[in-house]
């Protein structure tokens, strides 16, 4: 990892660190405990001109990280004449992303602990989930064609929304549902004027008075979309 955005950070640690020991130490006096302390020389590829300083931590410390979680991924496929259908349903945790592998090609998810997507072709494919963070894998698993009858795939959110109007000032009213399997998370209202909002239940004043087609975007927690105008 390099540039700014590691480097910001990584200082500032060293400098609460150093704080937490050294309350009254001024601005140059902490500069000059992280330069000292420091090992040169360390960080190969730099530009020129480059201090080229590294720095871990103020005293030794014993760290013994946390065993990765169990994804417990399991994949379930229905067919369906020439596509097949497959979800992959495992254990979410606190890192935002996974990567999903298919025969070992992998695209980005948001780890929400469910993924569809549909193939043709003789149903030999394996799949993978890499939590990015944790540097976590899932054990290879095929699709269970046999098995999935008790499973019960998350279902899209139903899009609904009431209004009222007065004068130019419109007051939209969010009413859309998602049963029981799950909860709408984010909601996109587009005018019909250009105009749009994320809010749950807008108030909207238009500029011109017209017929304007409002379309209300909602998504679930498994980032299932629904619309409606």
Not at 30 to 44: K, L, M, W, Y
Not at 170 to 190: A, H, N, P, Q
Request: proline fraction near 7%; charged fraction near 20%; glycine fraction near 6%.
């Amino acid at each position: 990892m390099n540039g700014k955005s590691t480097v910001a950070p990584h200082v500032a640690g060293l400098t609460a660190l150093y704080l937490v020991k050294n309350k009254e130490a001024t601005p140059a006096q902490v500069h000059t405990a992280i330069v000292e302390n420091a090992t040169t020389g360390a960080i190969n590829n730099v530009p020129s001109g480059t201090t080229n300083l590294i720095h871990s931590l103020w005293e030794d410390v014993t760290f013994n990280p946390p065993s990765p979680p169990d994804l417990m991924l399991e994949v379930y496929g229905f067919k369906e004449k020439n596509i097949n259908t497959i979800y992959l349903v495992w254990q979410p945790t606190t890192d935002p992303y996974v990567h999903i592998y298919r025969n070992g090609y992998y695209f980005r998810s948001s780890n929400t602990g469910e993924f569809k997507i549909e193939t043709s072709g003789k149903n030999s494919d394996v799949f993978q989930v890499w939590e990015v963070n944790y540097d976590n894998c899932s054990a290879e698993v095929q699709p269970d064609y046999e098995g999935g009858s008790d499973f019960e795939p998350n279902q899209p959110p139903i899009a609904d929304f009431s209004y009222e109007i007065n004068d130019m000032e419109v007051s939209f009213k969010d009413l859309s549902t998602d049963d029981d399997d799950g909860s709408i998370t984010s909601w996109r209202w587009y005018f019909g004027d250009g105009y749009y909002t994320t809010a749950q239940n807008p108030k909207y004043l238009y500029k011109e008075p017209g017929t304007y087609n409002v379309q209300l975007v909602v998504t679930d927690n498994l980032e299932e979309i629904s619309s409606v105008i």
